[in-house]
């Protein structure tokens, strides 16, 4: 056994994040932590890792009683974490990143040549491929969390600690992910995992604890259970196989013809050609940095096209601001939950406002309703099952999923004829994700037209009428749900053609 946590408690004022939660770690495995959003999972591991002081309970290391007032203590007695965001130095080189704070020194100066050296041994040893020369903002996302993982390998991290480590990976990189975290075990480093996706828990782990409202509920040999046994526990309820019916679009109300962006001299969109109609969730697959990004951020307003049209409902709505787009009719869950999505400082109400603040019956000739704003925060709070203490609490207080839920009930809850979901579920729980699905779902079948945008390929599959796959800026592909095929799909992703007859 390489660590245990024995009767940890946390509390934040009336909220108790951890209740008594005691676990432990044998070296050379990989334990799964699973359970919904605000379940505690994520305190217990920055507990571990001296992001956060337990109010009581114990810590035991290598069978040493250990007290963690900063992640430099953890660090110390060999815990590394690689965090959801990652913490590096875009200007910097990666040998750079890797041994900041440790650097190697010839007398006074930086030696380059052998922190080079240094950091491509220490990539070839752990068989994690990197060019320690490449600059940090050269690196795409799956390179960037090699760097991460380095930087605690070369700190001699004994146990390394992953936070939902897939949620900005593609399904390639993904793949990589979990083939690094077999060959860290193999060569004796002890992983611990925290992660909604239950098939990458059974495809890489050796045990699971499941917890939920801040208590262990659970633990499991992964070779023991499997998906459906680990999400009843997370939610203690039976998640539903969704079954969707086929449709018959008709109208188009979202569309966009010859659609074109050059940034920096660089042609990002390329004449894009698609369409939504009412009654249908139609899928934009594509590996990260494909252009999606850019395709919803022209749709939505939010960055000018440089050619082409978008029309919402028929109406022309190219370059126009963001605000007359909304009022077109188009509802939005932007990718990033926090630099578009909310004001981390604002309250939950306020950001539950957003874009009605003006409107009745929360405002009336410039006078501002509390009561009904208030009213109306509690209700998506409610509906939505978002873990707030009250609606004055600040967006930023809240777990990322629960964050991600108010944002998705204020603009699914808007009724608008066009709703864009970017990464509607990112760091959400297998029971939200059920719930936001089937409100998305409920939104294609009440006539509405729904865009989806996600890196999960298995979320793009199982609900859309449609699918485009968006590459190196141009549509290089179209299925329909009856003839949707995942390897065709990632074909097409990496810009391979297929032969569809």
């Known amino acids: 056994m390489i660590f245990e ?11 108790v994040a951890n209740n008594n939660v005691s676990l432990h770690l044998n070296r050379g495995e990989i334990l799964a932590i699973v359970g919904e959003n605000g379940a505690g999972k994520s305190t217990i591991m920055k507990i571990l890792y001296g992001l956060v002081r337990p109010d009581s309970g114990e810590i035991y290391v290598n069978g040493k009683k250990m007290r963690f007032r900063t992640p430099s203590d953890a660090m110390a007695a060999g815990i590394g974490m690689v965090q959801q965001h990652f913490m590096l130095f875009e200007e910097m080189t990666v040998a750079e990143n890797i041994v900041f704070k440790n650097e190697i020194h010839r007398g006074p100066f930086m030696d380059m040549n052998k922190t080079v050296e ?3 041994a220490l990539s070839d040893k752990y068989q994690l491929k990197i060019d320690p020369t490449a600059r940090i903002s050269e690196c795409p996302v799956g390179l960037r969390q090699r760097v991460e993982i380095l930087k605690i390998l070369y700190q001699n991290a004994e146990i390394i600690i992953f936070d939902e480590p897939s949620a900005v990976l593609t399904p390639l990189e993904v793949d990589a992910l979990l083939e690094t975290m077999r060959q860290l075990a193999a060569a004796g480093k002890s992983i611990v995992v925290i992660t909604h996706k239950l098939q990458e828990v059974m495809a890489v782990s050796d045990r699971v604890y499941v917890m939920r409202q801040g208590e262990v509920v659970a633990e499991r040999k992964t070779a023991d259970t499997n998906i459906e046994e680990l999400a009843f526990l997370m939610v203690g309820r039976q998640i539903v196989n969704r079954v969707i019916q086929p449709v018959h679009a008709e109208k188009t109300l979202l569309e966009t013809k010859d659609l074109r962006l050059t940034e920096d001299g660089r042609e990002v969109l390329k004449g894009i050609d698609i369409h939504v109609d009412a009654g249908e969730i139609v899928g934009i697959a594509g590996v990260s940095g494909n252009g999606q990004s850019e395709l919803i951020n022209c749709i939505t307003g939010l960055t000018p096209v440089t050619g082409g049209q ?11 601001s963001v605000r007359a787009i909304r009022d077109a009719g188009l509802a939005h869950i932007p990718e990033d939950r926090y630099v578009w999505g909310s004001a981390p400082e604002g309250t939950l109400e306020e950001n539950a406002l957003m874009g009605r603040q003006d409107s009745e019956p929360f405002s009336r000739r410039g006078l501002t309703n509390h009561g009904r704003i208030r009213e109306y925060a509690r209700k998506l709070i409610a509906d939505f099952a978002v873990k707030a203490s009250s609606p004055t609490q600040k967006m930023r207080e809240l777990s990322g999923g629960n964050a991600q839920k108010l944002i998705v009930a204020r603009e699914m809850s808007l009724d608008t004829p066009v709703l864009i979901c970017c990464e509607p579920t990112r760091g959400i729980d297998i029971g939200a994700m059920e719930a936001i699905h089937d409100r998305m779902v409920k939104k294609r079948d009440s006539g509405a037209a729904v865009l989806l945008v996600s890196s999960e390929l298995t979320e793009i599959m199982s609900l859309s009428d449609r699918i485009y796959v968006i590459y190196e800026g141009r549509i290089n592909g179209e299925f329909k749900r009856d003839s949707m095929d995942d390897k065709a799909l990632g074909l097409l992703m990496v810009g391979g053609a297929v032969n569809h007859e």
């Open 5 to 15: 946590m024995k009767d940890i408690v946390k509390t934040y004022g009336p909220v």
């Open 118 to 120: 240094t950091v491509r």
């Open 310 to 320: 978008v029309l919402v409902q028929g109406q022309d709505v190219t370059n126009r």
